[in-house]
């Protein structure tokens, strides 16, 4: 009996050993794959990323429409060998861009319309046109800093005179009040462009100003403590601004920005609560020959200041049908604009908009080359019914991507750009649905549901 013991124990030890044994090996395996699993686990991350970036990878569903298909001109070419990846990406490529802007403009309606739900929008500026009101912290002619505070009595002028311009503008409106206690917003008048060029603050001043300025308001007033600034907003269009509020934080990320610069990469521009807007120089009256036969493709002239434009030059730089400048023009810049059908707007030092409202004024169709940034009026206008956005990945593209637009298509995007340069056009006396109304319709859509009774 007690041999028979002794030799169940010797089994069960035995037993134990060899189950030890086998199961410690998936776990050694485990940890030995464990950094492969996490490389291919991150590469497979950044394939995500630039795919959703660029529609590289994927060919649209609706290739198989017909019509679609026959316009690829397949039964033309030899067959592809599909083990050559770069004749199988290129023939990718010319197939979704075609079927892309088929599905946009031949295929969606509703990327023919301007607005992206009209009606909704007709309604809600009725609504916004006679309850909206904003209270503008006074300040009188003999203020030391008049000249940053209130409007200038000289016109405005420049890339930057949206600033001034909207400022004019609002402080002799009739959504101004004198009652804070109906305000629906609080406007911060300061001029970032004006305190820029002001020899008492200059660049590296105008932190400290901005700091001291909601110091004093939020000290004598109190309509700034009981929201944090959350109902406030500013204006501001020079690319200065995205650092003007680093001492003044509460401004930063509560307040409401206005600005031109509304790329997400600036870490001060928050998407929501922050908009864009329009860089657009002032101009009265209408060019010449707009409705002139454009033999250029496309055009592009500005500073190689961006690895974005450092490869737009890299690759169009010597091309017959897309003009691309960097430095002195042998033309005219207006002249430029009349003779092309598409006019690029790529992402430079900073993500601005003037190149779009020379594009819209000149009836040029723009395209769009910057990823990530808030585009002017974005929550009112369809932009992809007067404009073509490309993605920075697709520069080499670029060509096939504009010539893959149909005449008619190309057609109903002019002539939506005929249209709505009235929204990018500022006037000292507004004019319903221009500039001005537009990005006060942008502040009536942030406007805080909820007010806190002092």
């Known amino acids: 009996m007690a041999a028979a013991s002794s030799l169940y124990v010797l089994h069960s030890l035995l037993t134990r050993r060899r189950d030890s ?260 120089w002032p101009r009265q009256g209408d060019p010449p020959n707009l409705a002139r036969e454009r033999s250029k493709l496309g055009f592009f002239a500005g500073s190689i200041n961006s690895p974005v434009r450092e490869k737009l030059l890299q690759v169009w730089q010597n091309d017959s049908e897309i003009s691309v400048h960097f430095g002195r023009l042998n033309t005219s810049y207006s002249e430029e604009l009349l003779r092309s059908k598409f006019c690029l707007h790529v992402k430079g030092f900073e993500v601005n908009t003037a190149r779009i409202g020379d594009a819209l004024y000149y009836g040029c169709v723009p395209v769009i080359i910057a990823n990530h940034y808030d585009l002017p009026f974005q929550d009112i206008l369809n932009w992809r019914s007067f404009s073509v956005i490309v993605a920075t990945l697709d520069i080499p593209f670029l060509k096939k991507i504009l010539n893959a637009i149909r005449v008619e298509e190309y057609l109903i995007l002019r002539n939506n750009v005929f249209k709505v340069r009235k929204q990018f056009q500022w006037n000292l006396s507004p004019v319903d649905y221009d500039a001005f109304y537009l990005v006060m319709y942008e502040l009536w859509l942030r406007r805080s549901s909820l007010r806190v009774i002092p």
């Open 21 to 280: 044994a086998h199961l410690s090996l998936p776990l050694k395996s485990f940890f030995f794959y464990m950094p492969s699993t996490l490389a291919l686990a991150t590469s497979l991350l950044i394939l995500l990323y630039i795919s959703s970036t660029s529609n590289l990878f994927f060919i649209h569903p609706h290739l198989a429409h017909p019509e679609i298909g026959a316009s690829l001109n397949f039964s033309q070419s030899p067959p592809l060998k599909f083990t050559d990846f770069a004749i199988r990406d290129r023939a990718i490529r010319e197939a979704q861009d075609r079927s892309n802007f088929r599905l946009q403009m031949g295929l969606q309606g509703n990327d023919k319309e301007l607005f992206h739900d009209r009606d909704v929008f007709l309604s809600n500026y009725k609504e916004m046109n006679t309850s909206l009101r904003i209270y503008i912290y006074p300040h009188r002619q003999d203020d030391p800093f008049a000249n940053v505070l209130l409007p200038v009595d000289s016109e405005p002028g420049g890339n930057y005179a949206s600033e001034s311009y909207f400022k004019k503008v609002l402080m002799r409106s009739h959504f101004i009040t004198e009652d804070p206690s109906e305000a629906d917003l609080f406007f911060l008048p300061f001029s970032i462009a004006r305190l820029r060029h002001d020899p008492r603050v200059g660049i590296n001043g105008i932190q400290d100003f901005i700091r001291d300025y909601v110091f004093n308001i939020s000290h004598e007033y109190s309509y700034w403590n009981r929201s944090g600034g959350a109902d406030h907003f500013y204006v501001a269009c020079h690319s200065i601004g995205r650092a003007a509020m680093e001492k003044a934080e509460a401004v930063k990320f509560n307040a409401i920005q206005i600005v031109c610069s509304s790329s997400y990469y600036v870490f001060s521009y928050v998407a929501h609560k922050d908009a864009s807007l329009p860089q657009i």
